[in-house]
């Protein structure tokens, strides 16, 4: 059974309109003759979406899911994985697409459908996850806390604001983006803080601007977490730390090609868990969705149990 998980708003309705080239490329496709749909409508619909498609799961079941990160992220944070009759099929139509960029797919829409009805070409991956005292969450792509966080949240809520009035096109985004990055630059907080990775080895900090953990290697077009595996059990974390915020935009250009590493201010570690202690309470976001505010949390990579359909 296929159930499509439509976010039709995103890029300023792009998902409504590839949504719309898919349905009526459904009814060539052998073994299309059982489908559900459902289209979203604000954030958490998703994960609902996916919670009670798999729930008491007793078949095989793909979710075709059509949107951005966000989405994909609400899906896989919802879905019972704990049996392995669930897969994932995914349409990237977000703006940084960033999974699919790790994963070096170039989605055209002509071949893809038939893609989502055949196990040949699965692959097993690790996912994320943060633990709070709010609870817990799954990400597919990358978790920070500080500054990237700060970005994504006003992001998100001038997206929220501008959805009832009018799409955020693609060049309106980029340019929102460049506006909350300069007011959160000049806004961004220092803290101190310790990180114990592995239960074994103690990190402290003096001056955390963000730290940023992933499963794969790029978070909107920046390569912070280079060198990510998305099949080894591990994350691969990164450390800003620096008196001097002017210093993040050079640490961020070099970050766009991946060679911010040798840097200085930049810490880079790759574990299994992360349990992240800071003295103040920092923004925190998962797959670029808000979190809240939060000063102690864990991160930790599950290995290989996300069934994707490439």
């Not at 998962?286 to 994707?308: A, F, H, I, M, N």
């Amino acid at each position: 059974m296929y159930y499509f998980i439509v976010n039709p708003h995103a890029s300023g309705g792009k998902g409504m309109r590839v949504w719309r080239q898919v349905q009526r490329r459904l009814p060539k496709l052998s073994g299309t003759q059982r489908y559900e749909v459902f289209l979203t409508e604000k954030t958490g619909d998703a994960r609902a979406f996916s919670r009670k498609i798999t729930e008491r799961c007793r078949e095989e079941k793909t979710l075709v899911v059509i949107g951005g990160d966000g989405t994909l992220s609400e899906v896989v944070d919802g879905a019972c994985l704990d049996s392995d009759r669930v897969s994932i099929a995914f349409v990237p139509t977000g703006y940084a697409n960033d999974f699919a960029r790790n994963l070096r797919r170039k989605y055209r829409l002509r071949r893809q459908p038939e893609r989502f009805f055949t196990a040949e070409r699965e692959r097993m991956l690790d996912y994320g996850v943060l633990d709070a005292e709010n609870g817990n969450r799954r990400f597919v792509v990358s978790a920070g806390i500080g500054f990237d966080a700060a970005v994504f949240h006003e992001l998100l809520a001038s997206r929220c604001r501008q959805c009832g009035e009018y799409p955020l096109r693609l060049h309106s985004a980029r340019f929102s983006y460049f506006l909350i990055f300069l007011r959160e630059l000049k806004r961004a907080q220092r803290t101190r803080g310790y990180i114990l990775l592995d239960q074994e080895q103690r990190v402290e900090f003096n001056n955390i601007i963000f730290i940023s953990a992933h499963v794969h290697p790029h978070e909107s077009g920046y390569l912070l977490g280079s060198g990510a595996n998305c099949e080894d059990g591990r994350l691969d974390l990164c450390i800003v730390s620096t008196k001097r915020k002017l210093r993040i935009v050079r640490i961020l250009l070099a970050a766009l090609f991946g060679i911010h590493k040798k840097m200085s201010g930049v810490h880079c570690y790759r574990c299994r868990e992360a349990e992240i202690h800071t003295a103040e309470a920092f923004p925190v976001h998962t797959d670029g969705e808000s979190c809240g505010k939060l000063r102690d949390l864990v991160l930790s990579c599950v290995p290989r149990k996300l069934r994707v359909r490439l």
